[in-house]
């Protein structure tokens, strides 16, 4: 089974900042991550699926990149209503593991 | 429009089974594998299991041994069925959608149920 480590556990940024979550892989998973986001009493919303591909909806400040077994989530410009727990997930195989989130708070 | 919704019990004693149902709207159990996951109070997500669009499994090596998935594509229903939980098994519990093509993610949500295992 694959075992997935996200990092930092949480950040705390000012508005405009760029934001930037770690996820690293015990296997090698080509480029099988996804990530969503979870704001506070929501249901988790899929921002980026496998490929490093944004979603239809979701605004081009949000990105990802990696491939292999380590993998970034960006956000550019981070705005008072990206305030959430954001997770990833590796799609490669089966248990699709999830990372064990990353809370931003906005200053 | 693609619709998930989670039905089960709220509360439950100790090592009584747990059913829950997942009614879709919006596409076909058939064309599409689902899945649930599980999400204890304050805490990350955890990948419960999967059926796949042809009926086959996968569960969490963690709880397979308890777990099983189902479902009823005339009925547009797939359901969670847990035996022996105990409070650890306390969370709120999402069904969603998985779509791909070799690699697999959830794009549709249900809005979760939660589910207290408290004697």
């Known amino acids: 089974e694959t075992t997935v480590t996200q990092s930092p556990a949480s950040l705390s940024m000012a508005v405009g900042e760029k934001v930037s979550i770690s996820c690293k892989t015990s296997?090698?998973?080509?480029?099988?991550m996804n990530w969503y986001q979870q704001k506070s009493g929501e249901v988790p919303k899929l921002l980026i699926s496998e490929g490093n591909t944004l979603r239809p909806g979701v605004p081009s400040r949000f990105s990802s990149s990696g491939y292999g077994t380590d993998f970034v989530f960006t956000i550019n410009n981070v705005l008072l209503g990206d305030e959430g727990i954001y997770y990833c997930q590796q799609s490669d195989n089966v248990p699709h593991t999830f990372g064990a989130g990353t809370k931003l708070e906005l200053k | 429009q693609v619709q998930l919704e989670e039905s089960g019990p709220g509360l439950m004693q100790p090592s009584e089974t747990l059913s829950l149902t997942c009614t879709v709207s919006?596409?076909?159990?058939?064309?599409?594998?689902v899945g649930w996951v599980r999400q204890p109070l304050g805490k990350g997500l955890v990948w419960m299991g999967t059926?796949?669009?042809?009926?086959?499994?996968n569960y969490n090596s963690a709880v397979q041994s308890r777990l099983s998935i189902s479902r009823d594509t005339s009925k547009s229903q797939f359901f969670l069925k847990m035996n022996s939980v105990q409070p650890e098994d306390t969370g709120t519990y999402y069904c969603?959608?998985?779509?791909?093509?070799?690699?697999?993610?959830?794009?549709?949500w249900g809005q979760g149920v939660m589910v207290t295992v408290s004697s």
């Open positions: 059926i796949w669009a042809g009926g086959s499994t």
């Open positions: 296997t090698d998973i080509d480029d099988d």
């Open positions: 969603a959608r998985l779509v791909g093509y070799g690699s697999y993610y959830f794009d549709y």
């Open positions: 919006g596409f076909s159990l058939s064309s599409n594998g």
